[in-house]
């Protein structure tokens, strides 16, 4: 099980950007599909995107509204999501991780701290 590192967070005004970094040590990781999920205060754990691991394939959460783009390094072994025209309702704490089934399906094990997200009016 990869167990990556989100960073990039922080506290943004309605319609800025912010761009996620979600990093692995060592080669494994490029070779898995990646996936970013977020979890609003009191709601549940959605799927925001998810990329395969030639980065060839994307899919996204009808949310996203176009507004984000999934990436990936595979020689730096990281995973971006660069977030534009970010509104209050994207506020949560996001979380990247392996992708069990295309595309929104999380593989088995514990997630990691994420990174908070949050968008003042």
Same mark, same amino acid.
């Given at each position: 099980?990869?167990?990556?590192? +989100?960073?990039?967070?922080?506290?943004?005004? %309605?319609?800025? @950007?912010?761009?996620?970094?979600?990093?692995?040590?060592?080669?494994?990781? @490029? /070779?898995?599909?990646?996936?970013?999920?977020?979890?609003?205060?009191?709601? +549940?754990?959605?799927?925001?995107?998810? &990329?395969?691991?030639?980065? !060839?394939?994307?899919?996204?959460?009808?949310?996203? *509204?176009?507004?984000?783009? &999934?990436?990936?390094?595979?020689? *730096?072994?990281?995973?971006?999501?660069?977030?534009?025209?970010? +509104?209050?309702?994207?506020? %949560?704490?996001?979380?990247? *991780? !392996?992708?069990?089934?295309?595309? @929104?399906?999380?593989?088995?094990? !514990?997630?990691?701290?994420?990174?908070?997200? /949050?968008?003042?009016?």
């Amino acid at each position: 099980q990869v167990q990556p590192v +989100e960073s990039g967070g922080g506290l943004v005004q %309605a319609g800025g @950007s912010l761009r996620l970094s979600c990093a692995a040590s060592g080669r494994t990781p @490029s /070779t898995y599909n990646m996936g970013w999920f977020r979890q609003p205060p009191g709601k +549940e754990r959605e799927f925001v995107a998810a &990329i395969n691991w030639g980065g !060839s394939l994307t899919s996204y959460a009808g949310f996203v *509204k176009g507004r984000f783009t &999934i990436s990936r390094d595979n020689d *730096k072994n990281t995973v971006y999501l660069q977030m534009n025209s970010l +509104e209050p309702e994207d506020t %949560a704490v996001y979380y990247c *991780k !392996s992708v069990r089934r295309w595309p @929104s399906v999380p593989d088995f094990g !514990s997630w990691g701290q994420g990174t908070q997200v /949050t968008v003042s009016s």
